[in-house]
């Protein structure tokens, strides 16, 4: 019988494991070219004193960003949702949101979006809130001073793979330890300002909490999130409420920025899509020319 196992994170050679019915953790070399990441499925061969990973389930997603030549980066694999922390202090951008909502519509990635630290203003995001929530996006209001605000979120994660994002200090283990008080996040050090320092993968980790027999994927200096090469057209298409707009402008390779009959720009003017969203959407667009 071969037993399945679920990789916590990776070395140079060699990963953590959980295995797929215990939850006990154990490890195992891997052969360079076989690239396992976190959150993969794999089987293991007991080899005398060794166990060696020797094949990779199919995966049904993954969770990337770009590396620093616009390359798709894996960063897990597996995912259900993706619960993107924002907080008072220290403030988001809007973009960063966008790029996260585009990566999980085109993987299929639940994201659930979490205001933190409302005690200290609890108005300042009440226009971001109301607004991805008609966008049909879950969105909750949270302080951990609060410990019910923090509750709602929790049996959404019940059963299910959650990748954790945002920025360093918006709250991310306060939160995580209010949900799975058995599990402590790692701080991640990372080797540069950019975000983007050789250790970025090897520092994702995944941890299981028995109590919601749930995964969370911390993966420190994802923040600084940048998605891979995509076309205008891959772009719009993670935009939600773009979606019911594309294949009706008048050339069907609209880019949605300067052509005639753009039924984009029409439903901007129209005001079913936000000023704001397609704004973003211009600046992402016009962010992929640096990958050139
Ligand atoms: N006022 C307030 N402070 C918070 C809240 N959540 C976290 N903090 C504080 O923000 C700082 C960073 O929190 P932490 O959970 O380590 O953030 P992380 O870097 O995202 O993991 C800590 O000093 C926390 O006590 C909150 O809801 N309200
Ligand atoms: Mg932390
Ligand atoms: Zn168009």
């Known amino acids: 019988m071969t037993e399945l196992y679920r990789v916590a994170s990776t070395q140079k050679t060699t990963a953590t494991l959980l295995n797929n019915e215990t939850h006990e953790k154990s490890h195992a070399f891997f052969a360079r070219k076989l690239k396992p990441i976190c959150g993969d499925l794999v089987e293991v061969t007991e080899n005398k004193a060794e166990s ?90 949270t302080s951990k001073h609060d410990t019910a605000s923090i509750n709602c979120i929790k049996p959404l994660l ?17 939160i995580t330890r209010v949900m799975m008080p058995g599990i402590e996040l790692k701080t991640g050090k990372l080797s540069d300002k950019t975000g ?20 969370i994927i911390d993966s420190p200096g994802v923040w600084e999130y940048g998605l891979w090469d995509m076309s205008a057209h891959q772009v719009a298409s993670g935009f939600r409420e773009f979606q019911q707009h594309l294949g009706m402008c008048k050339f069907s390779n609209c880019t949605h920025i ?28 016009d962010s992929m020319k640096y990958w050139g």
């Open 196 to 215: 983007k320092g050789a250790h970025t993968t090897s520092v994702t980790q995944m941890y299981y909490d028995q109590g919601l027999n749930a995964n």
């Open 258 to 285: 300067h052509e005639p009959q753009c039924a984009i720009m029409q439903a901007v003017k129209d005001k079913t899509i936000r000023e704001n969203r397609y704004q973003s959407y211009l600046r992402i667009v």
């Open 158 to 174: 019940k059963d299910k793979t959650t990748v954790i994002v945002g920025q360093s200090g918006v709250g991310k283990s306060s």
């Open 52 to 141: 060696i990973i020797n094949k990779i389930s199919k995966r049904f997603n993954t969770f990337s960003r770009a590396d620093n030549k616009g390359r798709k980066q894996h960063i897990a694999a597996n995912v259900d949702q993706i619960m993107i922390v924002m907080a008072v202090k220290p403030e988001p951008t809007r973009d960063i949101l966008n790029r996260y909502l585009v990566t999980a519509e085109h993987e299929g990635i639940e994201p659930i979006l979490v205001f933190n630290k409302s005690d200290i203003d609890s108005q300042v995001f009440i226009n971001l809130i109301n607004q991805y929530e008609q966008l049909g996006y879950q969105v909750f209001k």
